[in-house]
């Protein structure tokens, strides 16, 4: 699991599966005070992504080998605010 801090210009929070086993499921966690949105790319932005509200999980379970990133609307998101992301891959 890792934890990652999002910022208002779009933050990496996944890099692409470079491993031979193909993710399975990715869990993400908004524990942070403000919405998050996620994308499959640095241009994600609140307005064309998928929303995760304070304290909500976003589950991702099918061809989950790319990049994701995630960007919030207000600056106030970063302290303390906390994005967990966790990845099973296949087998597991």
């Known amino acids: 699991m890792a934890n990652v801090a999002v910022a208002t210009a779009a933050t990496q929070i996944l890099a692409a599966n470079t491993n031979v086993a193909q993710r399975s499921a990715v869990v993400i966690q908004n524990l942070g005070p403000n919405a998050i949105t996620i994308g499959v790319d640095n241009t994600v932005t609140t307005a064309n992504g998928i929303t995760v509200p304070t304290n909500g999980v976003l589950t991702l379970t099918a061809g989950i080998n790319g990049t994701l990133f995630a960007i919030a609307?207000?600056?106030?998101?970063?302290?303390?605010?906390?994005?967990?992301?966790?990845?099973?891959?296949?087998?597991?």
Do not use: Y
């Not at 302290?79 to 992301?85: C, E, G, L, V």
């Open 73 to 92: 609307a207000t600056a106030n998101q970063v302290s303390p605010a906390d994005t967990r992301i966790l990845v099973e891959t296949a087998g597991q």
